[in-house]
């Protein structure tokens, strides 16, 4: 098992900036991915960010320009730097992990509780 831990969400103004940061803790497990999701009362929910162990990012395309993700692999940790926020970004915004537990076993995926994001005048 793995376990997603998330902090940093929270009330902004339009314009405003936020970090996310999500450590994923655990036994006998290597990550292959981890990333940001969110969702909004609603909606779906939809990738924001992801990144992989050899660093390639995946941006959606209303975040290219505004948000960041950036990871540690050695701790297991991933983070959003959120930008220019606007009032639709409003939402849940959900840690995702996916990850081996052997290196010839299948892939796992894991969520976190999720954090608010609120950007409101």
């Known amino acids: 098992q793995v376990q997603l831990v998330e902090s940093g969400g929270g009330l902004v103004q339009p314009g405003g900036s936020l970090r996310l940061s999500c450590a994923a803790s655990?036994?006998?497990?290597?990550?292959?991915?981890m990333g940001w999701y969110r969702q909004a009362p609603g909606k779906q929910r939809e990738l924001v960010a992801k990144?992989?162990?050899?660093?390639?990012?995946t941006y959606a395309d209303y975040v290219k320009g505004r948000f960041i993700i950036s990871s540690d692999n050695a701790k297991n940790t991933v983070a959003l730097q959120m930008g220019s926020l606007k009032p639709e970004d409003t939402a849940v915004y959900f840690c995702?992990?996916?990850?081996?537990?052997?290196?010839?076993?299948?892939?796992?995926?894991?969520w976190g509780q999720g954090t608010q994001v609120a950007v409101s005048s």
């Open positions: 995702n992990a996916i990850v081996k537990h052997d290196y010839s076993g299948p892939y796992f995926q894991y």
């Open positions: 655990g036994s006998n497990f290597s990550v292959a991915v």
């Open positions: 990144v992989t162990s050899d660093d390639k990012r």
